[in-house]
């Protein structure tokens, strides 16, 4: 008995070569399919650089377009081929010209000769697939595809909603239920004559001409008609990544591919020359006689998805970046932001800085520039003070802020005067930390000396923007720590909410606020609202501040603040 080869080859020709010389050294007989889209000259070449082997044969070769019948179309020429001209072979292993032999190929012949009625094929009625990608399950059998997905994406797209609206469906022919799996088969000769002369074939061929990637269905799905004995697996060792795309293997996964105790593998970088030299010509390094397992390597294949997916919390990569929601947390650290502090108390920063011990900085969305702590401009990672770089993309550097100051709290001001793009980024960030006094923009219009009319045009422009800020901070989407409160509530009793926004950033021996910043000078502010009320502009933000009110005198009952998550 003997396993017959059948090789389908589209590209790296020269390794194609080594590779089929290595099974017909084993004395296998190897069926090769070249793509009709390499060139004859490259044809030419390669039925040349092989003609010394008796073994090696190729078949009438078709064009092998990715979802397409072709590659089931060249795999049928290559089996009949096998069968019709090796009448000694009992199984039919199909493979490409990327695959490279894991282990001695005398130990997969042992194999196989110790399962002569065992057909090793992937195959899974669609409701139990998980690994299909694309959108399209059932869909694949029911509708028609005649414009190829990878060249015509937009055609292809436009049939297949025109067929949904028309509610056009087709039929599965008598006695086929479809199947899916890996197109890397290894079929016995009885069920694969079954397949190729079966009397309803050129109706099955001519349904599944019309399926989307019939190469993983059509022989999944007839093995079923056929087979005594199917163990639904593939013994050739293939990964694919979260979008369906297969994995490459590259030479630093040696050890990972002789783990796997597969007998081959695919698929295999032509230039992984370690690769090639220790499977193909180091039998004292190939496997021990063991069973195949590729699920020894599956979780590290799992990580490598997990990475890919979601990575670091905080880190962005290129392969999450331009997918909203894929980031495995907004940033990388709590840090805190607030708003109106800065404006009510004089020097709050440096006792946010002295209390607290994180590093507190200005406004770091301010027009003018990025407020750093202590006037840096430049912080780690290279941040720049720059507005025109931070404001090319704010939400990368808020990210990158928080990045490269892992195991640092960082504090900053925020307000209706800076960049308003970050603002959605802060709301969904369960990280921030986000502490508002509304209103609290006014103070530094009422101690302007700015003509009245301006300050009035000016105070309704950042009531509005803030308005819309904490819309954004109530929203069912924000999952941000806030705590929001309105002026006039603010400096009634100042203490407990600054306790609050302390215990908050966790220092432990802050049992109780001894030391607070000093409030400005409100004496006339509530007079100052009353002037925009006369000017036709309403200060809702404030709260109820009484004409006459100013500095703060603290209530017996002190009230509390609303909390949003």
Not at 262 to 273: L, T
Not at 340 to 363: I, K, Q, S, Y
Not at 364 to 386: C, K, M, T, W, Y
Request: proline fraction near 6%.
């Amino acid at each position: 008995m003997s396993v017959g080869i059948v090789m389908l080859v589209h590209n790296s020709l020269g390794r194609a070569e080594q590779v089929a010389r290595h099974w017909a050294a084993a004395g296998c007989p190897v069926v090769i399919h070249v793509d009709r889209a390499v060139p004859r000259r490259l044809h030419a070449d390669f039925v040349a650089a092989l003609s010394d082997l008796a073994e090696v044969q190729f078949c009438r070769r078709y064009r092998c377009e990715w979802g397409t019948w072709g590659i089931v179309a060249a795999s049928q020429a290559g089996a009949e081929m096998m069968l019709a001209r090796h009448r000694h072979v009992r199984h039919v292993f199909l493979a490409s010209g990327s695959c490279l032999p894991l282990r001695p190929v005398q130990e997969l012949i042992d194999y196989l000769e110790a399962r002569p009625r065992t057909d090793f094929i992937e195959s899974a009625t669609t409701a139990d697939v998980p690994w299909t990608v694309g959108g399209l399950e059932e869909e694949r059998f029911t509708l028609r595809f005649p414009v190829s997905w990878k060249r015509n994406r937009f055609l292809f797209d436009r049939f297949v909603e025109i067929q949904r609206r028309l509610g056009l469906k087709r039929r599965m022919p008598g006695g086929i239920t479809p199947h899916m799996g890996s197109q890397w088969w290894c079929l016995t000769r009885r069920t694969l004559s079954a397949i190729l002369a079966d009397p309803d074939r050129e109706v099955y061929d001519r349904f599944f001409r019309q399926v989307w990637i019939p190469d993983e269905s059509y022989f999944q799905s007839l093995a079923r008609l056929y087979s005594a004995n199917i163990e639904s697996r593939s013994l050739t060792l293939s990964k694919f990544d979260f979008q369906g795309k297969p994995h490459i293997f590259y030479d630093d996964h040696l050890q990972l591919l002789r783990r796997s105790d597969c007998f081959v593998a695919r698929k295999i970088w032509p230039h992984a020359e370690k690769l090639y030299r220790a499977f193909l010509t180091d039998s004292e390094g190939a496997m021990k006689r063991t069973e195949p397992n590729p699920g020894k390597i599956d979780r590290l294949f799992s990580k490598a998805v997990e990475r890919r997916t979601r990575g670091r919390p905080g880190l962005y990569m290129q392969s999450r970046f331009p997918n909203q929601d894929w980031e495995n947390g907004v940033t990388a650290g709590p840090y805190s932001v607030f708003q109106g502090f800065a404006e009510l108390f004089e020097d709050f920063e440096p006792w946010l800085a002295r209390t607290t011990g994180a590093r507190v900085h200005g406004h770091l969305f301010a027009p003018d520039r990025v407020h750093f702590a202590e006037g840096q401009e430049a912080i780690n990672g290279a941040l720049s003070d720059s507005a025109a770089l931070r404001d090319y993309d704010p939400r990368a550097f808020l990210t990158n802020l928080i990045w490269n100051t892992r195991g640092e709290r960082q504090c900053f001001q925020h307000g209706p005067t800076g960049n308003q793009k970050i603002n959605w980024q802060i709301a969904r960030d369960p990280n921030a930390q986000v502490s508002v006094i509304t209103g609290a923009w006014a103070i530094p219009l009422f101690r302007s000396n700015l003509d009245f009319g301006k300050i009035r045009r000016e105070a309704a422009r950042l009531q509005k923007i803030e308005s819309e800020l904490v819309e954004a901070l109530r929203s069912a989407y924000a999952k941000a720590r806030v705590r929001v409160w309105t002026l006039a509530d603010f400096i009634e009793a100042p203490m407990e909410p600054l306790q609050s926004i302390l215990d908050e950033i966790g220092r432990v021996e802050l049992r109780h606020l001894s030391e607070a910043p000093k409030m400005v000078d409100l004496s006339g502010f509530g007079q100052f609202l009353q002037n925009l009320k006369n000017q036709g502009m309403h200060p809702y933000l404030m709260g109820d501040f009484p004409v006459g009110q100013g500095s703060p005198t603290p209530p017996e009952t002190p009230r509390k603040p609303y909390l949003v998550r």
